[in-house]
């Protein structure tokens, strides 16, 4: 049996910091078991790392931090959009790479199945674990996953062609396809709690 947690947003109780969005306290629901307690307040919904920086208008910021993830009127049309622009649908090899792109990255949560044992890989539940050294199809985000590059990777490189999800359209640009910043050997993190290198 598959049992899935998705990271949506970060939010705050609302006798809490919410206090400190002003107006940006869009999305509140009763903290589960407590209907008269404190409630959880979305103050901004910002779960994969640069998907709004690099997809969304900024004049449309609001409506997605007030939007559900996966009821978003904006986020998934502006990845498709943007995704066109740079490579555009060819229906000569069946390709459709903003649509493609969308459906990996849309709704703006990161999944982790947590019925599976492979360790946490960015991305790896939504490819079928292709994204991940070890194909795990956990999901989540691990510590040392390097998730500017992999999404770099599937915005502009070879990566969704490489794992079958879209026909190769050549449409790669290998100058922006990767951030370039390999960890340092002083940055690998411990194997044990708080997984943290230590400060240098």
């Given at each position: 049996?598959?049992?899935?947690?998705h990271v949506l947003a970060i939010g705050a109780l609302s006798f809490g910091l919410a206090a400190c969005g002003?107006?940006?306290?869009?999305?509140?629901?009763?903290v589960p078991g407590s209907p008269a307690g404190p409630k959880y307040v979305q103050i901004e919904l910002l779960s994969r790392p640069a998907v709004k920086e690099l997809f969304e208008k900024f004049v449309d910021h609001q409506i997605s931090n007030a939007s559900e993830?996966?009821?978003?009127?904006?986020?998934?049309?502006?990845?498709?959009?943007?995704?066109?622009?740079?490579r555009p649908p060819n229906a000569t090899i069946g390709s459709d790479y903003g649509k493609a792109l969308a459906g990996v990255l849309y709704p703006n949560w990161i999944t982790a199945d947590i019925s599976q044992t492979g360790g946490a890989a960015y991305l790896g539940n939504e490819t079928g674990g292709a994204t991940s050294a070890t194909k795990s199809t956990f999901g989540g985000r691990a510590i040392t996953d390097d998730v500017?590059?992999?999404?770099?990777?599937?915005?502009?490189?070879?990566?969704?062609p490489a794992?079958?999800?879209?026909?190769?359209?050549?449409e790669e640009n290998n100058c922006i396809s990767n951030d370039n910043t390999p960890q340092r050997a002083s940055q690998t993190p411990p194997a044990t709690f708080p997984y943290l290198a230590v400060p240098h």
């Open positions: 049996m598959k049992h899935t947690l002003g107006g940006n306290s869009v999305n509140s629901v009763p993830p996966y009821a978003d009127t904006t986020l998934q049309g502006e990845i498709q959009s943007f995704t066109d622009a740079l500017i590059a992999i999404s770099l990777g599937a915005v502009f490189g070879g990566t969704l794992l079958k999800l879209q026909p190769e359209d050549n």
